[in-house]
Each structure stands twice: as C-alpha cells, then as structure tokens.
C-alpha cells in the first residue's frame, strides 16, 4: 500500500448516528468501543428530531452518538451499525476533521488498531 493511501486510510472520522433510547445507544457504543470500531463513543441524550415518514410529519426524542474512529473503519462500522440499528432506515453519517489535536488522533489511530 502507498504511504498515500495508507495516510488516507488512517484519517480521523467521526460516524455519527441517532438512537431512540439511552439503553440502545450505549449497548452500540459499547460493542463498537468493544470491537475496536470506535476509541470513544460520546452519547448526547434529549436531541429532538423532527422529519417525514412514510409522507407523516413526526417528532422525536433521540439520543445521538457520535463515534471517534478512522476512514480505515468506515466499512465496518457503518455495516455494524446498520446491522444492528433498531429503525428500518438509521442516519449513518461521516465527517472528516479538518482539525484535531495530534495526540488525539494518535490515541485515536492505536485504539482502533489494537487487537485487545
């Protein structure tokens, strides 16, 4: 593999997805902390979701998460979450940081490549 390409396998990414419950959202942020998907999954409780649905307006309480890994586990993870998500259709979404603490990232990097 090219430096390159293993550079951009290896770049921060922050998955996120919403969860209808706190007993859902950390038995997933556990098993991806677990399987070494996620070094850290934060979970931020009351986020109020409000969309169409099979054409009815609805509106939710949710709790969304959001996992800190690298582009290397994008495939895994947003398989395993869409595996294991309750709804029919769950946000699985990705953003690369522009910007982040190099021991941050680094931390970030050997916990997902660990084989704890």
């Given at each position: ?26 038995g997933l942020a556990r098993a991806l ?37 690298t582009t290397s586990k994008w495939s895994e993870i947003s ?38």
């Amino acid at each position: 593999m090219s430096e390159n390409l293993s550079a951009k396998n290896n770049q921060l990414l922050v998955v996120v997805t919403s969860l209808p419950s706190m007993e859902s959202a950390k038995g997933l942020a556990r098993a991806l902390v677990d399987g070494n998907m996620a070094a850290c999954v934060q979970l931020m409780e009351g986020v109020q979701s409000i969309y169409r649905w099979d054409g009815k307006l609805c509106e939710d309480s949710e709790v969304l998460l959001s996992a800190k890994t690298t582009t290397s586990k994008w495939s895994e993870i947003s398989r395993f979450i869409q595996d294991r998500h309750p709804y029919d259709l769950p946000e699985i979404i990705a953003f690369l940081p522009e910007q982040y603490a190099q021991q941050y990232g680094d931390w970030v990097r050997a916990e997902v490549n660990s084989k704890s």
